[in-house]
């Protein structure tokens, strides 16, 4: 039987995307093993991240600054905005280096059975920032996955009474894949082959 610090700490990283109890289990062991080392640091960036990431307030992307980095950078395309479903999905295609405009955040996918509904997203922001003018173009690159495609689609009907181009990423994006997940060279492709809506 672990000591309660331990399964308090075990218990907590199992709430982590990705890690069960078990692979939870063997984490904290394998930290508590490297206590001045890999604990220390991991302790510094948790409280680096705590203390000085913040959401950009235009795009709902996460960085040290409001507006982030991209939102500030005059370099980046303004009249093109590339909608997301999470942060994760911004870095993703980020990654990939091939698109040059700005990005708007959702914050999740509109899902029937987990309750979320369009106003639980940012979806009224998006119509606003579209709203307000300058923008010839929005991308939408949801995931490909059901709820991904049924938020595409409720998106591309709102955006319809505003003068803009609204493109989705191409297939070849696999069936139920996440964009977090694919390789550069699959997303490049996907970005290039965007087509119209619809
Ligand atoms: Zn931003």
Same mark, same amino acid.
């Given at each position: 039987?672990?000591?309660?610090?331990?399964?308090?700490?075990?218990? &907590? +990283?199992?709430?982590?995307? /990705?890690?069960?109890?078990?692979?939870?289990?063997?984490?904290?062991?394998? +930290?508590?093993?490297?206590?001045?080392?890999?604990?220390?640091?991991?302790?510094? %960036?948790?409280?680096?991240?705590?203390?000085?990431?913040?959401?950009?307030?235009?795009?709902?992307?996460?960085?040290?600054?409001?507006?982030?980095?991209?939102?500030?950078?005059?370099?980046?395309? %303004?009249? &093109?905005?590339?909608?997301?479903?999470?942060?994760?999905?911004?870095?993703?295609?980020?990654?990939?280096?091939?698109?040059?405009?700005?990005?708007?955040?959702?914050?999740?996918?509109? %899902?029937?059975?987990?309750? !979320?509904?369009?106003?639980?997203?940012?979806?009224?922001?998006?119509?606003?920032?579209?709203?307000?003018?300058?923008?010839?173009?929005?991308?939408?690159?949801?995931?490909?996955?059901?709820? /991904?495609?049924?938020?595409?689609?409720?998106?591309?009907?709102?955006?319809?009474?505003?003068?803009?181009?609204?493109?989705?990423? &191409?297939?070849? +994006?696999? !069936?139920?894949?996440?964009?977090?997940?694919?390789?550069?060279?699959?997303?490049?492709?996907?970005?290039?082959?965007?087509?119209?809506?619809?």
């Amino acid at each position: 039987m672990a000591s309660q610090e331990i399964e308090n700490l075990a218990s &907590a +990283l199992a709430r982590l995307p /990705g890690l069960g109890p078990r692979s939870a289990r063997r984490a904290v062991l394998w +930290l508590v093993k490297r206590r001045e080392t890999a604990l220390e640091q991991l302790l510094v %960036s948790m409280a680096e991240v705590k203390d000085k990431l913040v959401e950009c307030p235009t795009c709902g992307n996460i960085d040290t600054r409001a507006p982030c980095g991209i939102c500030a950078d005059p370099r980046r395309d %303004s009249r &093109a905005i590339c909608v997301v479903e999470d942060v994760s999905d911004l870095w993703a295609l980020d990654r990939a280096k091939l698109f040059t405009g700005r990005y708007h955040v959702l914050g999740g996918r509109l %899902s029937a059975l987990d309750g !979320v509904r369009p106003e639980d997203l940012t979806i009224g922001a998006l119509l606003e920032r579209v709203g307000a003018g300058g923008v010839d173009e929005v991308v939408l690159a949801m995931n490909a996955t059901l709820e /991904g495609q049924t938020t595409a689609h409720y998106i591309a009907e709102r955006l319809e009474e505003l003068p803009v181009r609204v493109t989705q990423l &191409a297939h070849g +994006l696999p !069936v139920g894949g996440e964009l977090d997940y694919l390789d550069e060279g699959t997303l490049a492709q996907a970005l290039r082959a965007r087509r119209p809506v619809g």
